[in-house]
Each structure stands twice: as structure tokens, then as C-alpha cells.
């Protein structure tokens, strides 16, 4: 299950459960939309994979129990900046390959 991850790892940013700014890899690291549009050009920085969008868990109970309700979101962030010339630098080599691919 999805840990929700509060924050963008690398500014900070609020990513409520709702936000549709947030992005994932295939190995949770979270981001917003404007960090991994421009500093990190769609190349994750802990695992060199793409970025999709967060789902957004139902906040209402639907069905089961499948919802924020009874599987909350993480309230601790994962905050870790990124260098920018490091990431350059790891990011100017495989960019340019579709994250399916990489």
C-alpha cells in the first residue's frame, strides 16, 4: 500500500493525500510536479526511474474499508534535497531514455 508520503523530498512542498501535484517513482520517493518537471527532468534521483502521478486515496468509505479512514497517510516526511550539479550529472546520462526503458 502506498505510504501517501506528506512532502515533496526535495523543497518540501505540502502534498496533502488529495494533491494532484504529486509524483511517485516505482519505489515511493515523492516529489512535486515543479521538482520533477525542472530540477530533476523526470529522472528520479535515489533510483534513476520516472515519475507518474500519485493516486489519490478515496477520503470517503466506499467499499471494505478502503479508504484514508482506516489506511492513513504518512505524517513523518522523507525530506532529502537534491544537489542540483550532482543531479545534472547522473540525469545527463539517461534523460534522454524513456523511463520505461531506463
Not at 517513482?25 to 502521478?53: I, K, R
Not at 471494505?64 to 544537489?83: C, F, M, S, T, W
Request: proline share 12%; glycine share 4%.
Amino acid at each position: 500500500m502506498l505510504e501517501l508520503r506528506p512532502a515533496c523530498e526535495h523543497c518540501n512542498k505540502a502534498l496533502p493525500p488529495a494533491a494532484t501535484d504529486a509524483r511517485i517513482c516505482s519505489y515511493e520517493c515523492t516529489f512535486c510536479a515543479d521538482c520533477v518537471d525542472g530540477l530533476l527532468q523526470n529522472v528520479c534521483p535515489n533510483c534513476g526511474g520516472g515519475f507518474v502521478p500519485r493516486p489519490v486515496r478515496p477520503a470517503r468509505n466506499w467499499k471494505n474499508d478502503n479508504y484514508l479512514g482506516h489506511d492513513p497517510a504518512r505524517i513523518e516526511p522523507k525530506y532529502r534535497p537534491v544537489d542540483p550539479a550532482a543531479h545534472a550529472a547522473f540525469a545527463a546520462a539517461i534523460k534522454h531514455i524513456d523511463p520505461e526503458a531506463r
